[in-house]
């Protein structure tokens, strides 16, 4: 949807993993390396082999928050502006992924992970409307914006 298969460096493809106990980048542990592992590989060589793209050409990254719950790890030429998308603390780059698992198999079950949310997102809507309701009503009125 992203890419018109014609232009490699507006490569932007998506690998998604069939099981369905694995929805973020929360739910990763020491377990999952093998999966991690192999999704890196299989699909830098298959974007290598298929389009001719190098592979230290590709950068390769889940998201947190992601915009559906089922793990699926993004594949982007280095060229391809993804704008949002690769803003700091909204990707995270997959071989860091790996080596943060590598060093603590439960990482991102106990690491506070900072993201960004865009003003009318609904998450941030939630998040509102949970500390309105949380503050005293003076605290409440003071602010102008909940973060």
């Given at each position: 949807m992203k890419w018109d298969q014609k232009?490699?460096?507006g490569l932007y493809c998506i690998a998604i993993v069939h099981r369905r106990d694995v929805r973020s980048l929360r739910d990763l542990r020491?377990?999952?390396l093998p999966l991690l592992r192999s999704m890196r590989r299989k699909g830098s060589?298959?974007?290598v082999e298929r389009y001719g793209v190098r592979e230290d050409e590709l950068r390769v990254y889940?998201?947190?928050q992601p915009s559906y719950y089922h793990l699926h790890v993004h594949f982007l030429h280095v060229n391809y502006d993804a704008g949002a998308g690769m803003a700091v603390g909204k990707a995270h780059l997959?071989?860091?992924i790996i080596d943060n698992i590598e060093i603590m198999p439960d990482y991102y079950a106990r690491r506070t992970l900072t993201f960004v949310?865009?003003?009318r997102d609904p998450l941030l809507q939630a998040f509102c409307k949970r500390k309105?309701?949380?503050d005293p009503p003076d605290v409440?009125?003071?602010q102008q914006r909940c973060i």
């Open positions: 232009h490699v460096e020491g377990e999952h060589q298959a974007l889940i998201h947190y997959l071989n860091d949310l865009g003003e309105a309701s949380d409440h009125k003071a």
